[in-house]
């Protein structure tokens, strides 16, 4: 059983069982309101009654003879015009000792009835002393008169009518509801398994603001990104290839040169032949390390560091290759003294590396480089500044994406492989930091890490 045929039965169920019980409850009420109100017009009837068998009593001295009056009372009481209706009611009448001198219908003339059963009766009265108890219909018999059942009979048709009536409508609402649920829930059925076939670019139609178009809208967003994280598998692995197959080649081509020997084979060719190697291992060992921090297996080893000697003896390492392009490196703490953050030593100085190694490359010859370390709140931010032709804002956070090169000058003679900063970034993140991208005041790029004081500091 599908989810609208569910739907459904439980519409149908809770609808029948609410008519069922409004039915029952309604008759119930109905029957006792009505019986209260024959109950009420019956003992105005026996007050009548009571006056006029007073009047009896007194003119007979007794109840003698009162079967037989009550009998002949019609043509008694043709005179009173529309009191003759009564007539029509049966009349029980009880002496002051309860025995029944007079009924009607003959079915408890001479029985005996205590006081508690012609209590709801109509007290006859003569002289200020009770001389008597006239009770008329329902006061006598709770069964409804014939007239009456069929009021009841009417009103109870009348009453199943309706609910049936409301019942079809409710159901035939609960149907057209069901279908509105279901159907952009069997959409996203589909969507799912053209998704599970590999197919990203399907879109559910979203209509309306309830829950089930809040559930379209997140399968949309989760399908953008399914695509957008497909894609970028495919570029990676396509620049993975192509970023290996250069050294490969280069390698295998210098080989064959020296086997053919058109290169010689002397230490200049076989060191170029090993740089091509190392920068191989580099390529293969940066992969393997985003494949670490990808699949959650990158382990860290927290220690609390402190910000400004790291960034000393990282600006000293790049002392050779900053001075190779003339480019002066300097390190300030901004009056921020001496900070500390709880990381990885071996993770956090590549981060430092690989900023350093980047505002090298793209700085001019006889540029600059600045560190500098500044306490924020809770937070430690390490800037790394270049002079270089900086990043345009629109592309800053693509800069952190596997494999890119912005095609402008910042890449002209770079030649680099687009992993550096991602890894830096994917370290970052997984100390619970972040990286941001801001104008320097050196007027290229400043690269922000933000990081959380070491509790000791």
Not at 16 to 27: D, H, I, Y
Not at 170 to 197: E, H, M, N, W, Y
Not at 198 to 213: A, H, Q, T, W, Y
């Amino acid at each position: 059983m599908n989810i609208k045929q569910r739907l459904l039965l439980f519409f149908a169920i809770v609808v029948c069982a609410g008519g069922l019980t409004t039915f029952v409850m309604v008759k119930r009420a109905t029957e006792s309101q009505f019986r209260t109100f024959v109950f009420s017009g019956d003992a105005d009837k026996a007050k009548v009654y009571a006056g006029i068998l007073g009047e009896y009593y007194v003119e007979h001295s007794g109840w003698e003879g009162l079967q037989a009056f009550l009998s002949e009372m019609p043509s008694f009481l043709h005179t009173y015009g529309a009191i003759s209706a009564l007539l029509s009611d049966r009349i029980t009448v009880a002496d002051s000792h309860g025995s029944i001198v007079a009924d009607t219908s003959g079915k408890l003339l001479g029985t005996t009835h205590p006081a508690m059963h012609l209590a709801q009766g109509v007290p006859i009265m003569s002289d200020f002393k009770r001389i008597g108890t006239v009770l008329v219909g329902s006061m006598v018999d709770s069964t409804f008169t014939g007239a009456n059942e069929q009021f009841l009979a009417q009103l109870v048709r009348s009453l199943t009518i309706a609910i049936l009536v409301s019942t079809a409508i409710a159901t035939l609402f609960g149907l057209v509801l069901s279908i509105q649920i279901t159907r952009p829930l069997a959409a996203l059925d589909d969507a799912v398994k053209k998704i599970a076939g590999g197919d990203f670019s399907v879109i559910v139609p979203v209509s309306g603001k309830d829950e089930v178009s809040s559930l379209a809208v997140s399968f949309n967003a989760m399908t953008g990104e399914l695509r957008r994280l497909d894609e970028a598998k495919r570029r990676i692995i396509a620049d993975s290839a192509h970023e290996l197959r250069t050294p490969v080649t280069l390698i295998r081509g210098s080989l064959e040169a020296m086997i053919d020997g058109v290169f010689p084979m002397d230490l200049n060719t076989i060191r170029s032949v090993y740089d091509e190697t190392m920068r191989l291992s580099r390529l293969i060992e940066m992969l393997r390390e985003l494949e670490l921090i990808d699949s959650g297996e990158l382990k860290l080893s927290l220690d609390d560091i402190d910000v400004l000697p790291a960034l000393e003896k990282a600006a000293n390492l790049f002392k050779t290759s900053s001075g190779e392009k003339d480019i002066k490196i300097e390190v300030a703490d901004r009056g921020a003294g001496a900070l500390a953050v709880r990381v990885d030593a071996l993770r956090f100085d590549e981060v430092l590396y690989n900023l350093i190694e980047n505002a090298i490359k793209y700085s001019p010859r006889g540029g600059k480089v600045d560190l500098t370390v500044r306490r924020e709140g809770p937070s430690v931010l390490i800037s790394v500044d270049d002079s270089g032709p900086g990043i345009p804002a629109s592309e800053r956070e693509k800069v952190f994406e596997r494999f890119y090169r912005m095609d402008k000058s910042r890449a002209q003679d770079s030649g680099g492989r687009g992993l550096g900063l991602s890894i830096a970034y994917e370290i970052v993140k997984a100390h619970g930091g972040s990286i941001r991208i801001e104008d320097s005041p050196l007027g290229g790029a400043s690269f922000v890490v933000t990081l959380s004081r070491a509790p000791s500091a």
